[in-house]
């Protein structure tokens, strides 16, 4: 894999082409597009210096990197004291991902000529591709006392503070870069980011807002607005943002992606699927499109396609513990309950304080009758969040399936304590006793199950089972059996 660049930064191609016109010094040049600085090359013998400049320049549009590389070795080798040349030769290096030759380069530059502002500046950039940070800060420190008027390096800065949840200093470099470039949009866009990391939604949207304005086309900061309003469940706002994107960008990845968050939140699972898939087909590489398509496969039934999904997001990120979770809980609802228990325990290994997925691997174990390894996984979870009624009374249907009457009776009483509604609790608990004989505890229980659910299934069960009483069947294990919810 490639080094993951500044987003300021435009690539290979833009950074070098530029070459033939530094040494030509032509004020219209993009010799570095990434920083408003141009140097020239002022070195004795200039003509043979530019030569190999004006050839490397050639050899880049044909993207002959490697022989581009050579021509300005050459040039090098001409004026080996010229801190400009490193600096050219270290941009190819980074946009062929031989970073060690690029920073080996950058440093040079440094050493040979320590006021060049634009030196430290592009190591920086390169320390956050290799994400060392505080590398990259203290780069951007140094380029700025040497330049203290240098908006690139206030406005990458503030993006690297936001990636570090510097959120106080990522805002005020966003408002000094503003100050230089105040018709910008990407400043407003990114500043927004960082707004919306600290929830201060309003904020973010009036940037994004602002991004717009400077420019309608502006895809991203659509994109952008819809997570704001998918974090706050405003899902059709989202919907209307992303079809904006889309507008104005049909090959917007993230448009589609959150267009289908957006329309998943509105139960419209089949415009989900298809934008899922878009987002997919458009960067294949986009595993989250996978995995959340998986989900809208699971909430609509379609069991197959959601596990077959779930098995290529896990095949493209194997370390993925929700993937397995998700998958388990596919292969459960399919009936699959060894196949559920499997992936459950991957999913486990892989994040050990994994909560709900400690629970469902209990349900699936009690599914096959291995109570021992349910009670287990149950308590696992009661230790961890002893407020769980649902966790006590899946132990209690445990206890009672072993015959363990005393043990499921304390645990229905302890979910009852915790959600005095509880109706099934009370409907079992009532079963526990009625094994053990204790027939006012379990007619008391039954009686408090009709309260809670006159007309319900618990209601109707509780009252066959008041029937019974009343006709002394009490001598049959069978009679009196709940279905287990």
Partial sequence: MGLVYH???????????????????????????????????ESQPAPRIEKHLLRAGELVRKGKYGEAIAAISQAVALDPDNAKLYLLRASIYRGTDQATLALADYTRAIELDPKLPEAFYERATLHYALAQHEAELADYGKALALKPDYPEVYFERAWTYRIMSRYEES???????????????????????????????????????????????????????SSIYIARKQFKQAVEECDLAIA???????????????????????????????AFTLDPDFIDALYNRGMAYFSIGQLDKAIRDYTDYI?????????????????????????????????????????????????AYARIKKFEKAIADYTWVIKRQPADATAYYQRALAHRAMKSYEQAIADCSRAIELNPNHVRAYLNRGVSYYKLRNYAQARKNWERTVKLDPEGPHGRSARKYLKKIEEKNSDSDTTVDPEKE
């Avoid at 980011?193 to 420019?215: H, M, Q, S």
């Fill in 7 to 41: 987003p300021l930064r435009t690539g290979l191609i833009a950074l070098v082409l530029g070459l033939s016109a530094c040494a030509t010094d032509d004020p219209s040049s993009e010799a570095l597009p990434a920083s408003s600085a141009k140097p020239s090359v």
């Fill in 171 to 225: 805002l005020a470099d966003y408002n000094k870069a503003a100050t230089y470039w105040p018709k910008d949009p990407r400043v407003y866009n990114r500043r927004g980011l960082t707004y919306k990391a600290i929830g201060a939604f309003n904020k973010a949207l009036d940037d994004y807002d602002r991004a717009i304005d400077l420019n309608p086309a502006h895809s991203n900061a659509y994109v952008n607005s």
């Fill in 315 to 363: 095949q493209r990120n194997p370390d993925g513990a929700r993937a397995y979770a998700n998958r388990g809980v596919a292969y459960s609802k399919a009936g699959d309950y060894e196949g559920a228990i499997a992936d459950y325990s991957l999913a486990i290994l892989k994040n050990p304080n994994d909560k709900d997925t400690h629970f469902n691997r209990g349900l």
């Fill in 248 to 278: 104005h960008n049909p090959s917007n990845t993230m448009a589609f992606f959150n267009r289908a968050v957006a329309e998943a939140g509105l139960n419209q699972q089949d415009k989900a699927i298809e934008d899922y898939s878009q």
